[in-house]
């Protein structure tokens, strides 16, 4: 029944503290360590994030009075009134449950976050805000989740091979998990392999992300995630896909291919 619906049912796990919403499609390079205490040092009632962007009219955008203040935020507008988009990462005191209560279902049929932060501003609550520096990811779809495990892999990704390799080469900023196999592959970075893994007679590329309990057999991946337990078998070429956990992705013909599948699902490919 939409976001603020979903904070409504942690009331009672909340016991009266202020609390944070993340949402968890939101990615931010360099985290929210910083803002809970401008939340608290400013006394505000709710606290929001925002990031200055080039095309503000997709997502939630906030106003300004000319002095600076949020006076108003505006879901996806046409003529947006600033720059500065929501992002999703919200600093709320308990008083919000109460505003959620008069909440009513927006055009989405939903109760709507940004309208209850909306009806504090309306009833005169202290509404603060931060901006955010470094980069802000929505990974809410494919390419999103891509793009930011190439970013993360560029900044955090180091060489540390804790596995076996077995006649095997491996180029550049390489993590490969204890108790992993790498016979016959080569490995060129940033990759992250994780634990309990088998990687044999295969290649695997830049950008591509390895969960534990993976095998990659007979196959070439790039600029890929892989998840928990994934069978990749026989695939001459995948490139810019997900695969979800304990799925299998088999092939006994050549091709190109593009997935996003999700856990447990199962592609035979000929």
């Not at 005169?124 to 989740?145: A, M, N, P, Q, S």
Request: aromatic content about 8%.
């Amino acid at each position: 029944m939409g976001i603020a619906h979903a904070v409504s049912l942690c009331e009672s796990f909340v016991k009266g503290e202020p609390f944070v919403v993340y949402l968890g499609d939101n990615i931010l390079q360099q985290g929210i360590r910083k803002y809970p205490n401008e939340f608290t040092r400013g006394g505000y009632d709710a606290y929001i994030l925002l990031k200055e962007v080039e095309d503000p009219s997709r997502f939630g955008v906030a106003e300004f009075d000319e002095n600076g203040k949020v006076i108003r935020l505006v879901e996806k507008p046409k003529a947006p009134p600033s720059k500065y988009e929501l992002v999703g990462v919200y600093f709320f005191k308990p008083v919000v449950f109460d505003v959620i209560k008069c909440l009513k279902p927006g055009w989405r049929g939903e109760l709507e976050i940004t309208h209850a932060i909306q009806l504090m501003i309306d009833r005169g609550y202290r509404v603060g805000y931060g901006f955010v520096e470094g980069w802000w990811l929505d990974t809410g779809k494919k390419d999103g989740i891509l793009y930011a495990n190439m970013l993360m892999l560029d900044e955090c990704a180091q060489r540390d091979v804790k596995g076996e390799l077995i006649n095997s080469k491996v180029d550049g900023r390489v993590t490969v998990g204890k108790d992993t196999k790498v016979l016959n592959t080569t490995i060129r970075g940033p990759v992250v392999v994780g634990k309990n893994c088998i990687i044999e007679n295969s290649f695997i590329g830049p950008y591509t992300s390895i969960g534990d309990g993976c095998q990659i057999l007979n196959s070439s991946v790039e600029h890929c995630i892989i998840l928990e337990k994934a069978l990749i078998k026989g695939i001459d070429r995948l490139e810019e896909s997900l695969i979800g956990r304990s799925a299998k992705v088999v092939k006994n013909a050549r091709n190109i291919i593009r997935l996003n599948i999700g856990d447990y699902s199962e592609e035979e490919l000929v």
